[in-house]
């Protein structure tokens, strides 16, 4: 049932005794709600909506790979350093020689020495992550090896070890001296050098 409200309004004129009404709804008419309740998107502006999204997307998807590969050459990069932490804190709280090992087949950095439950520990690099390791080592160190002394100091001369992933370069270096761990970051130029 539709009710409607209807005012009326008087008007009174000086010479005569006329008095009009009139009728006001306060609703539009029904033919103007209904385009309203039916109106939508059109096509066109479906296609334009998606094409946006679709070029979005398209712009996107590089950058998150790039974003991706640098966190986990970022990730690996922050094991590295914590194992060779572990093994330097390791050798200075036993006080015995603790040994690093690099194994290039199986492209992990483990510590020598098995931990209080029985297990190597070590990291495991990701596929994408190339390692050098470059030092002037000791005559009686096995090669890819360090080895932490007591002191706290790295047998040898400093070693460096550099994570490298889609020309982005990051570079562990312990000091021989003070066994004291430094990372330095580089970026290839586009040229790719």
Known sequence: MRRSRKSE???????SKCTA??????????????LLALRGFTLIELLIVIGIIGIIVATSIPAYLKYAEQTR???ATREVIGLLSLARQS???????????????????RLEE???IGQMKGVKLPKNVSVHLDRARAADEAPNSMVFQPSGTLSGRSATLSLTSHGR??????????GGITLSSSVAGKDGN
């Open 91 to 109: 050798a200075m709280s036993s006080r015995q020689p603790k040994t690093v090992v690099f194994d290039e087949e199986t492209s992990e950095l």
């Open 114 to 116: 098995p931990s209080a």
């Open 169 to 178: 370069t990051q570079v562990v270096t312990v000091s021989g001296i003070t």
């Open 21 to 34: 009404s009139f009728r006001s709804d306060l609703r539009p008419p029904t033919s103007d709600v209904k």
């Open 9 to 15: 309004v008087r008007i009174r004129s000086q010479n």
């Open 73 to 75: 050459l970022k990730a």
